[in-house]
């Protein structure tokens, strides 16, 4: 009896329960909806800002054509981005590297190659003995991996008869009034001619670079980091005035141009072939490249340790000033794990996430799509009064 009893008042607990009447018409405190929301849509171009006040695009304020009182949510309605967005750019600190060349001396050599091969070996006063340090840069744009490598090569060889030709004429690259130019042997061959050693080709089935020099042993510098001063007469001591870059070479990625071709902040020297060929099962004929043992030389690569990644940046971070609503984490804290030590990270960072995506043509980002917007909905209590408003977009991995 007694635990019939229990068993029934267990029942009807949980029944009367179940049977809860959630809505009851006589609230305690009644939901009073005497308002009506009116949905406003606004406008904004980069080109409706004052470009004295905000020469930078990425960044303005506009001033509204009306008080907007009583708003409840502010959302990313469309966002359009037409224009092509560099991967490579002096901005984002990633178009140049260094690099030393060790030269092999040639066999029965031209005077062109013999003197080639001395100043290769003596650089100008006081820097001398082998090895001297060159410094290419590519140009600015988006590329696909196969015309990055030819790029890459061009600026490599370009960098090295740029030097000889400089060397020749006793030019000092850092005299503000250099002397007229003497007439260098070097200038009555082609600059193509002039030092083509250099070969680099983008394996599409590993999807790595090779850098390869067909002649000389070669280093490459990717442990140095470049300097993108702005040389301009405005302020000289800007970096990166554009958009206002932070230094990224401290970063844990997109550090400079060797993280997106695949290497790490180190030294690689080139190894020799010792076939002096080096071919590629995928192709046909399969031999890419031989050295140029009939002058004396020999054939030195080195190879990416990971895949290339040209595409950077997928995604324009918008922000809203005092309308941030989205928390994002700081990255490139250097430890993590200490005593009392938290991950670093943002409250309110940014407005709305705008993905990118790869255009028609395929030579760049762009975003128009508006239902890959990414964003917080934040509900107003008060009765905000909005006159000016200052967006801002950041680009972001």
Not at 162 to 180: F, K, S
Not at 183 to 206: A, E, G, H, N, Q
Request: glycine content about 4%; some cysteine; overall charge negative.
């Amino acid at each position: 009896m007694e635990q019939k009893a229990t068993s029934a008042y267990a029942s009807k607990f949980s029944t009367s329960q179940l049977n809860f009447n959630l809505n009851n018409s006589h609230q305690l405190i009644p939901r009073d909806q005497t308002f009506v929301l009116d949905r406003k849509l606004i406008t904004i171009h980069s080109e409706d800002r004052d470009i004295r006040q905000w020469p930078n695009a990425n960044m303005f304020e506009v001033q509204l054509p009306t008080t907007y009182t009583s708003v409840s949510t502010i959302q990313l309605v469309e966002c359009n981005i037409t224009t092509t967005t560099f991967t490579f750019s002096r901005d984002y600190q990633n178009t140049k590297f260094s690099f030393k060349v060790f030269p092999e001396q040639y066999t029965n050599p031209t005077a062109i190659e013999e003197l080639a091969y001395y100043y290769m070996n003596n650089g100008p006063p006081p820097s001398t003995g082998r090895g001297n340090t060159y410094y290419a840069e590519i140009s600015e744009g988006f590329y696909r991996p196969e015309q990055l490598a030819n790029e890459l090569e061009f600026q490599m060889n370009r960098s090295i008869v740029n030097y000889l030709i400089t060397r020749d004429e006793n030019v000092d690259p850092t005299d503000p009034n250099p002397p007229p130019p003497l007439s260098s042997i070097f200038r009555t061959v082609s600059k193509d001619m002039l030092y083509p050693y250099f070969r680099v080709k983008y394996d599409p089935v590993t999807q790595q670079i090779w850098f390869a020099n067909t002649h000389d042993g070669f280093e490459l510098l990717f442990s140095e980091q470049q300097d993108y001063v702005d040389n301009s007469p405005i302020d000289p001591l800007v970096r990166n005035a554009k958009c206002d870059q932070p230094l990224v070479w401290n970063y844990g990625m997109n550090w400079g141009l060797p993280f997106y071709l695949g290497f790490a902040k180190a030294k690689y020297r080139a190894a020799h072939a010792i076939e002096n060929e080096l071919h590629f099962g995928a192709l046909r004929p399969t031999l890419w490249i031989s050295g140029e043992t009939a002058k004396g030389g020999k054939l030195f690569y080195v190879k990416a340790p990971n895949i290339l990644d040209i595409y950077g940046n997928t995604a324009i971070y918008m922000e809203v000033e005092k309308m941030n609503s989205c928390d994002e984490i700081a990255p490139y804290r250097s430890a993590t794990n200490g005593l009392r030590t938290d991950y670093n990270g943002t409250v309110n960072s940014y407005f709305a996430k705008i993905p990118l995506t790869l255009n028609a043509e395929g030579t760049g980002f762009s975003a128009s799509n508006s239902y890959m917007y990414l964003y917080n909905i934040s509900q107003f209590n008060r009765d905000p009064a909005i006159k000016p408003l200052r967006p801002q977009h950041d680009v972001g991995p």
